[in-house]
């Protein structure tokens, strides 16, 4: 009776050890499945937004340093105002000219006017933006002194990406008023809700027309930046005035001084005799009437006195 018992024993622990050995054994396919799904999207905080270019978003997928990718798509815009003292104005100006060409930007505005014998230069360049710092540094080379310089920055990067996401929103719009204008037309739809999604549609474009010029102006401002030059003679390039000495000229102009004090004298003397004589005629002539009348009634009183005296 031992023998049989012993191998139901020996039986059960063995079925034991192979339930623990099945149960800790891994399970191909629910690991599969695990590594099927870990591919899923990325969290919306690590995405790339969508005001981003498109070349930030390759080189941050690339491996890029995502704030280098975003610090080379910044829109800046660089202005300088500049007061140079040159040999030369005139060669100056062509030599700026020149250099604008040669860094692929150009000259928007050149004036040129006379100060006394040398000519003074107001000259406005745009360059890239690129070669901001390059042409500064080449201006300052051109000048004998730089008299005044300054230089400013504006940085539109959150303006631009703003209007550039908001284009993008009222362009999305405007394809899905299109298909929806489209469809109502096929259903035969009535004429005012086509026209209610037409004028929508004219709103919409016309906001369209207003952020892209935004847009392309700040391309333009950013793309090139702006150098304002004012170019004035060093004054050892100034000549030296020697003027001449005319005779002829001074005889005249003395002839002229001495006609002029001529006629202010015999002007003079017709309003004296015109203006001032009858003036005191009129004053006087009573005083002189007054200081008569005392005169006679003085030599008559003395008379009568005479008179008396001698009674």
Not at 131 to 152: S, T
Not at 176 to 203: A, C, H, N, P
Not at 263 to 282: E, M, R
């Amino acid at each position: 009776m031992k023998r049989p018992q012993i191998a139901i024993v020996i039986l059960f622990l063995a079925a034991l050890l192979l339930t623990a050995c099945g149960a800790s054994a891994p399970a191909p396919q629910v690991v599969e499945k695990v590594v099927m799904q870990s591919p899923v999207e990325a969290p919306a905080a690590t995405r790339a937004p969508a005001a981003v270019s498109k070349d930030v978003a390759m080189g941050v997928a690339n491996g890029a340093p995502a704030s280098e990718m975003l610090q080379e798509t910044r829109k800046i815009i660089y202005n300088a105002n500049m007061t140079l003292v040159v040999e030369d104005t005139e060669s100056a100006a062509q030599d700026i000219a020149d250099m604008a060409a040669g860094m692929g930007g150009y000259v928007a505005s050149m004036n040129g006017y006379r100060n006394g014998d040398s000519m003074v230069y107001d000259v406005t360049i745009r360059i890239p933006a690129d070669k901001f710092e390059a042409g500064r540094n080449a201006l300052h080379d051109m000048a004998v002194r730089v008299e005044n310089e300054q230089v400013n920055t504006d940085d539109v990067t959150d303006q631009y990406y703003d209007i550039d996401a908001r284009l993008r929103t009222l362009k999305a719009t405007e394809e899905e008023l299109t298909q929806l204008l489209k469809e109502t037309r096929e259903r035969g739809g009535k004429v005012d809700d086509i026209m209610k999604i037409y004028d929508r549609l004219i709103q919409i474009r016309s906001q369209i027309e207003s952020l892209q010029g935004q847009l392309n102006r700040l391309d333009k401002l950013t793309a090139f930046s702006t150098i304002s030059i004012h170019l004035q003679p060093h004054i050892l390039s100034k000549p030296i005035e020697n003027p001449e000495w005319r005779p002829a000229e001074i005889v005249h102009s003395s002839f002229e001084s001495l006609m002029n004090v001529l006629t202010g004298l015999a002007t003079l003397l017709i309003q004296f005799v015109i203006v001032i004589v009858p003036v005191l005629l009129i004053l006087l002539l009573p005083l002189a009437l007054i200081i008569w009348l005392i005169h006679r009634w003085q030599q008559r009183r003395q008379v009568k006195e005479e008179g008396d005296t001698a009674e």
